[in-house]
């Protein structure tokens, strides 16, 4: 095959394989359920990296195949050798060049989402919960600004749908992660420093919250559930939770989403 | 170094030399000899050493009781420590040195005990590159395959949601030991073990520039091993907190930890032996003609990683003993209550073990250019960018560190940069694949075992690299970290990258190193089985990490057991499939046909030898008159055995200077 003709083939069959994988990734359902507006972020920009990726990807591929299927060895071509091709500035300038400006984009473009995703959203009034990592379980505390009232030590999170949560993580011992999944947020909460991050939940539901940093033998079971609920249920989820006398004086029931519960696992992948 | 090539020595002493004694010696003579009857008096002594300072120091630092003079934490740390240096001793790795520290004569290398003539002469203190080699090859093999069942005892606990039959605590020590092993005693020495074998012919050597210290160099290495494996013995288990051993969790760890601070100390010492002989050796033991833009790309590529493990190494040491001094002596370095940092910790450990990365690759792409160039029969694309490329990924290999710790709570704004120069660092890996391929492109393509292995080594790596890339993006990063996402990337890297690597070197290499042609079907059978079930077995992972399952668990969510399910069967499969490797290494090794020199008509230096190669590899100083990878030009040669024709030299040899064509 005349060399104009290999390229132009294989550049149309990478074309065509591209085309048809990003196709069938906006159809194929990836990710979990988008429940915060930073999620709704954040898969925007998977989905910008896999237009990008897959044509690098499928380039690849197509000029491996390509060159299996017509540059093998045939019979009686053993000792025959290729052209002494020592390599080409243009071509060796371009691969260079291009990349790295796809790459510089991909960033820039990661940095605009981050700030999107970690600035303070205009209008939205916004709580603040603390977060307690401990082996192996979670706990939140609802401060005075939250409750109204004495602050709330609970080992459920309610979160109200449409306020941003702004949450202050510490840990008591080792270090955890707080990763949201449905949130596309994580963590780490380290002992000695407090760290935190932002969500803004958009979609009522339950969802799971998973320690992602290896804490120890009960890592795997460090589960908890966030639960998204209308503004009116959490107001009254905090009353109640006031009036049962879970506030931080009185709290010592065991963790209901803590170490070896199997319900907890169960239960937050039931949402 | 050049004045050793010479006939050999005096006549091999007979084999008082040899580990396992001679019936004939005395036992006294087997008890001074080196080798292991001395190397095993030698430990007990360490070991009483070890009682004997702890016993000392706590009976000064105001322990009252007798009873608390010993404590078996602090013997065994020491013996840790004590016993496996007087084993290097005892064997002999140390004798020269302390010959000539003490004022005796020392014994001049004569290179007597050179060559392997039976298989004991492996298991002794050998100071012949090639035997090194091959020391360093079988042993990285070995943990290769305790690291691979160590896998799939994991993969059968994770088939199912839920304990199966090890307890979570088990579980954590077996992913923990499963990533050091691998990365510590298989990765990263198998490719010194390819080098030390390879590196020397290749540059026209007779041996590495320092014998007795690459000696001792591989003979820390088992050591190393078999103190990080024997962690299981101890009470409390196996360390169980990942190779990171992130603080405080390793400074809580039961006494298991220690096997593992320590293990990485044995490793890296290894480590910078052996990168510091190889430095050494390239810059100074080139045959005549042997311009660095003459070298063959396997010998940049080590040059470069010796470069990494040279500079990066000494903080992976620096990061375990600040938690074995944590742990043993109170020294409170990241205990966040007395004002300790925890995340110092980490930025220690990245900045070795994020070079670590790329010391576990820049070899392999050293061998892809090897094969990919004589397997196509053309010149590598781009020689030079591919060497300048292992450079800029030198360099920048010590800019990203960080990116490993976008949500670990460090300064927000050290992301940015990190973020920048992990894309940046893509730049260089892109040339690569990219001049790789042009390569490919028009040649004529043997597609024998190691050519496969290469081809799909191009696949691979390139979704590793992807998923790299991804990685980067800081918002994604926020979601995907720790997940099984990284999993997936992570195997991409290694298995994909680094692992098919080896295989293609083993099956290049295995006529050069063993003398015998391995089994081209069965190599071809083991090609295709590892590649459909490796890619069976990591690319579903993506897929978890995208859905939310974290990694490092012993049980998951219900919504991942079908996914977690398939994953096994296909991680079984592909362990089963190194049977067919191990196999065919084996019977080939033991009866496969005789291997002629240059089975694949190579141009580099060590195809120029006999297979194996003589006891000294050349028999002449060889001279180098041309690039390593003229394939096609007509009349071009790379070097030849002996000294360079009247004329030739002074004149542009053929095959240098070339114009470069479309």
Same mark, same amino acid.
């Given at each position: 095959?005349?060399?104009?003709?290999?390229?132009?083939?294989?550049?149309?069959?990478?074309?065509?394989?591209?085309?048809?994988?990003?196709?069938?990734?906006?159809?194929?359902?990836?990710?979990?359920?988008? !429940?915060?507006?930073?999620?709704?972020?954040?898969?925007?920009?998977?989905?910008?990296?896999?237009? !990008?990726?897959?044509?690098? #990807?499928?380039?690849?591929?197509?000029?491996?195949?390509?060159?299996?299927?017509?540059?093998?060895?045939?019979?009686?071509?053993?000792?025959?050798?290729?052209?002494?091709?020592?390599?080409?500035?243009?071509?060796?300038? #371009?691969?260079?060049?291009?990349? !790295?400006?796809?790459?510089?984009?991909?960033?820039?473009?990661? #940095?605009?989402?981050?700030?999107?995703?970690?600035?303070?959203?205009?209008?939205?009034?916004?709580?603040?919960?603390?977060?307690?990592?401990?082996?192996?379980?979670?706990?939140?505390?609802?401060?005075?600004?939250?409750?109204?009232?004495?602050?709330?030590?609970?080992?459920?999170?309610?979160?109200?749908?449409?306020?941003?949560?702004?949450?202050?993580?510490?840990?008591?011992?080792?270090?955890?992660?707080?990763?949201?999944?449905?949130?596309?947020?994580?963590?780490?909460?380290?002992?000695?420093?407090?760290?935190?991050?932002?969500?803004?939940?958009?979609?009522?539901?339950?969802?799971?919250?998973?320690?992602?940093?290896?804490?120890?033998?009960?890592?795997?079971?460090?589960?908890?559930?966030?639960?998204?609920?209308?503004?009116?249920?959490?107001? !009254?989820?905090?009353?109640?939770?006031?009036?049962?006398?879970?506030?931080?004086?009185?709290?010592?029931?065991?963790?209901?989403?803590?170490? +070896?519960?199997?319900?907890?696992?169960? +239960?937050?992948?039931? +949402? | 170094?050049?004045?050793?090539?010479?006939?050999?020595?005096?006549?091999?002493?007979?084999?008082?030399?040899?580990?396992?004694?001679?019936?004939?010696?005395?036992?006294?003579?087997?008890?001074?000899?080196?080798?292991?009857?001395?190397?095993?008096?030698?430990?007990?002594?360490?070991?009483?050493?070890? @009682?004997?300072?702890?016993?000392?120091?706590?009976?000064?630092?105001?322990?009252?009781?007798?009873?608390?003079? *010993?404590?078996?934490?602090?013997?065994?740390?020491?013996?840790? *420590?004590?016993?496996?240096?007087?084993?290097?001793?005892?064997?002999?790795?140390?004798?020269?040195?302390?010959?000539?520290?003490?004022?005796?004569?020392?014994?001049?290398?004569?290179?007597?005990?050179?060559?392997?003539?039976?298989?004991?002469?492996?298991?002794?203190?050998?100071?012949?590159? &090639?035997?090194?080699?091959?020391?360093?090859?079988?042993?990285?093999?070995?943990?290769?395959?305790?690291?691979?069942?160590?896998?799939?005892?994991?993969?059968?606990?994770?088939?199912?949601?839920?304990?199966?039959?090890?307890?979570?605590?088990?579980?954590?020590?077996?992913?923990?030991?499963?990533?050091?092993?691998?990365?510590?005693?298989?990765?990263?020495?198998?490719?010194?073990?390819?080098?030390?074998?390879?590196?020397?012919?290749?540059?026209?050597?007779?041996?590495?520039?320092?014998?007795?210290?690459?000696?001792?160099?591989?003979?820390?290495?088992?050591?190393?091993?078999?103190?990080?494996?024997?962690?299981?013995?101890?009470?409390?288990?196996?360390?169980?907190?990942?190779?990171? /051993?992130?603080?405080?969790?390793?400074?809580?760890?039961?006494?298991?930890?220690?096997?593992?601070?320590?293990?990485?100390?044995?490793?890296?010492?290894?480590?910078?032996?052996?990168?510091?002989?190889?430095?050494?050796?390239?810059?100074?033991?080139?045959?005549?003609?042997?311009?660095?833009?003459?070298?063959?790309?396997?010998?940049?590529?080590?040059? /470069?990683?010796?470069?990494?493990?040279?500079?990066?190494?000494?903080?992976?040491?620096?990061?375990?003993?600040?938690?074995?001094?944590?742990?043993?002596?109170?020294?409170?370095?990241?205990?966040?209550?007395?004002?300790?940092?925890?995340?110092?910790?980490?930025?220690?450990?990245?900045?070795?073990?994020?070079?670590?990365?790329?010391?576990?690759?820049?070899?392999?792409?050293?061998?892809?250019?090897?094969?990919?160039?004589?397997?196509?029969? &053309?010149?590598?694309?781009?020689?030079?960018?591919?060497?300048?490329?292992?450079?800029?990924?030198?360099?920048?290999? @010590?800019?990203?560190?960080?990116?490993?710790?976008?949500?670990?709570?460090?300064?927000?704004?050290?992301?940015?940069?990190?973020?920048?120069?992990?894309?940046?660092?893509?730049?260089?890996?892109?040339?690569?694949?990219?001049?790789?391929?042009?390569?490919?492109?028009?040649?004529?393509?043997?597609?024998?075992?190691?050519?496969?292995?290469?081809?799909?080594?191009?696949?691979?790596?390139?979704?590793?690299?992807?998923?790299?890339?991804?990685?980067?993006?800081?918002?994604?990063?926020?979601?995907?970290?720790?997940?099984?996402?990284?999993?997936?990337?992570?195997?991409?890297?290694?298995?994909?990258?680094?692992?098919?690597?080896?295989?293609?070197?083993?099956?290049?290499?295995?006529?050069?190193?063993?003398?015998?042609?391995?089994?081209?079907?069965?190599?071809?059978?083991?090609?295709?089985?590892?590649?459909?079930?490796?890619?069976?077995?990591?690319?579903?992972?993506?897929?978890?990490?995208?859905?939310?399952?974290?990694?490092?668990?012993?049980?998951?969510?219900?919504?991942?057991?079908?996914?977690?399910?398939?994953?096994?069967?296909?991680?079984?499969?592909?362990?089963?499939?190194?049977?067919?490797?191990?196999?065919?290494?084996?019977?080939?090794?033991?009866?496969?046909?005789?291997?002629?020199?240059?089975?694949?008509?190579?141009?580099?230096?060590?195809?120029?030898?006999?297979?194996?190669?003589?006891?000294?590899?050349?028999?002449?100083?060889?001279?180098?008159?041309?690039?390593?990878?003229?394939?096609?030009?007509?009349?071009?040669?790379?070097? *030849?055995?002996?000294?360079?024709?009247?004329?030739?030299?002074?004149?542009?040899?053929?095959?240098?200077?070339?114009?470069?064509?479309?």
């Amino acid at each position: 095959m005349p060399t104009r003709r290999a390229i132009t083939t294989t550049a149309l069959a990478a074309l065509i394989a591209s085309a048809v994988a990003i196709a069938l990734s906006f159809v194929i359902h990836w990710f979990p359920v988008e !429940a915060s507006t930073q999620a709704k972020n954040t898969d925007r920009l998977y989905h910008v990296l896999v237009v !990008a990726s897959v044509p690098i #990807f499928m380039l690849v591929v197509t000029v491996v195949l390509f060159s299996v299927w017509q540059f093998r060895m045939r019979p009686g071509e053993e000792l025959k050798d290729g052209p002494p091709i020592h390599g080409n500035t243009r071509l060796e300038v #371009f691969w260079t060049a291009i990349p !790295a400006m796809i790459l510089l984009g991909l960033v820039s473009y990661s #940095f605009v989402v981050l700030h999107e995703n970690e600035r303070k959203p205009p209008g939205v009034p916004e709580i603040q919960i603390g977060v307690t990592g401990q082996q192996f379980f979670w706990s939140y505390e609802y401060p005075s600004s939250v409750t109204g009232g004495a602050p709330l030590k609970s080992y459920q999170l309610y979160l109200p749908e449409g306020d941003t949560v702004y949450f202050n993580m510490q840990s008591k011992d080792v270090i955890h992660a707080f990763w949201i999944p449905a949130f596309r947020l994580q963590e780490d909460v380290v002992p000695g420093i407090t760290t935190h991050y932002r969500a803004t939940p958009n979609r009522l539901g339950t969802y799971p919250v998973v320690c992602n940093l290896l804490c120890g033998s009960g890592h795997s079971l460090m589960r908890s559930a966030v639960h998204v609920v209308p503004p009116a249920q959490f107001r !009254a989820w905090l009353t109640s939770q006031e009036r049962s006398g879970s506030t931080v004086a009185t709290a010592s029931a065991t963790p209901p989403g803590g170490a +070896g519960a199997p319900g907890a696992i169960a +239960g937050a992948a039931a +949402g | 170094m050049a004045t050793t090539v010479q006939a050999p020595g005096p006549a091999r002493p007979g084999s008082a030399q040899s580990p396992f004694g001679d019936r004939r010696t005395s036992l006294g003579a087997k008890l001074r000899a080196p080798g292991f009857y001395r190397a095993a008096w030698m430990m007990v002594l360490g070991v009483a050493f070890a @009682f004997a300072l702890t016993w000392l120091v706590r009976m000064t630092t105001g322990h009252t009781t007798f009873h608390h003079f *010993i404590d078996g934490e602090a013997v065994l740390t020491v013996a840790l *420590i004590a016993a496996p240096l007087m084993f290097l001793v005892g064997i002999g790795g140390f004798d020269y040195w302390f010959y000539w520290a003490v004022g005796r004569p020392t014994r001049p290398e004569d290179h007597s005990g050179h060559g392997a003539y039976t298989w004991k002469d492996y298991f002794r203190i050998n100071t012949d590159h &090639k035997v090194i080699g091959i020391q360093y090859t079988v042993t990285s093999f070995f943990f290769l395959l305790v690291g691979g069942l160590i896998a799939m005892l994991m993969r059968a606990e994770l088939a199912q949601p839920g304990a199966q039959f090890i307890d979570a605590n088990t579980y954590n020590s077996l992913f923990s030991v499963h990533a050091s092993i691998l990365i510590f005693f298989f990765i990263i020495p198998v490719f010194a073990g390819f080098g030390n074998f390879v590196i020397p012919i290749m540059i026209g050597a007779p041996d590495m520039a320092f014998p007795r210290l690459n000696a001792l160099s591989y003979w820390l290495l088992p050591v190393g091993g078999l103190i990080m494996l024997s962690s299981f013995l101890a009470p409390g288990g196996a360390f169980a907190d990942g190779w990171t /051993a992130y603080a405080p969790l390793s400074t809580d760890m039961p006494v298991g930890q220690v096997f593992f601070s320590l293990g990485v100390q044995f490793a890296g010492a290894s480590s910078i032996m052996t990168a510091l002989n190889f430095l050494v050796t390239i810059i100074t033991m080139r045959a005549p003609g042997m311009s660095f833009f003459r070298m063959p790309l396997l010998v940049w590529a080590n040059f /470069a990683t010796s470069l990494l493990v040279v500079i990066a190494t000494p903080f992976i040491a620096a990061s375990q003993f600040f938690v074995l001094l944590d742990r043993s002596l109170g020294f409170n370095f990241f205990n966040a209550g007395a004002g300790g940092d925890v995340l110092m910790y980490q930025h220690v450990f990245w900045f070795y073990s994020h070079p670590a990365v790329y010391i576990m690759m820049l070899p392999g792409f050293g061998i892809i250019s090897e094969i990919i160039a004589v397997k196509s029969r &053309k010149p590598i694309f781009g020689y030079r960018m591919m060497a300048f490329s292992l450079l800029a990924i030198v360099v920048l290999g @010590f800019t990203v560190w960080a990116h490993h710790m976008f949500t670990s709570g460090m300064s927000n704004w050290i992301r940015y940069p990190m973020a920048i120069t992990t894309c940046i660092i893509a730049v260089p890996t892109g040339i690569k694949i990219f001049s790789w391929l042009a390569t490919l492109w028009r040649g004529v393509l043997h597609l024998d075992t190691p050519m496969l292995f290469t081809l799909a080594f191009l696949v691979t790596f390139t979704i590793g690299g992807i998923s790299g890339v991804a990685l980067a993006m800081l918002p994604a990063d926020i979601d995907l970290s720790s997940s099984y996402f990284i999993v997936a990337h992570i195997h991409y890297v290694l298995f994909g990258g680094s692992l098919m690597t080896i295989f293609a070197g083993v099956y290049y290499w295995f006529p050069k190193m063993t003398g015998r042609m391995y089994d081209e079907r069965l190599g071809k059978w083991h090609f295709w089985s590892t590649f459909v079930f490796f890619n069976l077995t990591f690319m579903p992972m993506h897929f978890l990490g995208l859905e939310g399952m974290p990694r490092r668990v012993a049980t998951y969510s219900t919504q991942f057991a079908d996914t977690n399910l398939f994953i096994s069967i296909a991680s079984w499969l592909l362990g089963l499939s190194t049977l067919i490797f191990l196999y065919n290494m084996i019977t080939s090794w033991r009866g496969g046909p005789r291997a002629v020199a240059n089975p694949w008509r190579g141009m580099t230096l060590e195809w120029q030898v006999s297979s194996p190669p003589p006891v000294f590899n050349f028999d002449r100083v060889p001279t180098v008159v041309g690039g390593p990878y003229e394939y096609g030009v007509p009349g071009a040669v790379h070097g *030849i055995l002996g000294p360079a024709p009247a004329g030739a030299a002074a004149g542009a040899p053929p095959g240098v200077r070339l114009s470069r064509s479309e």
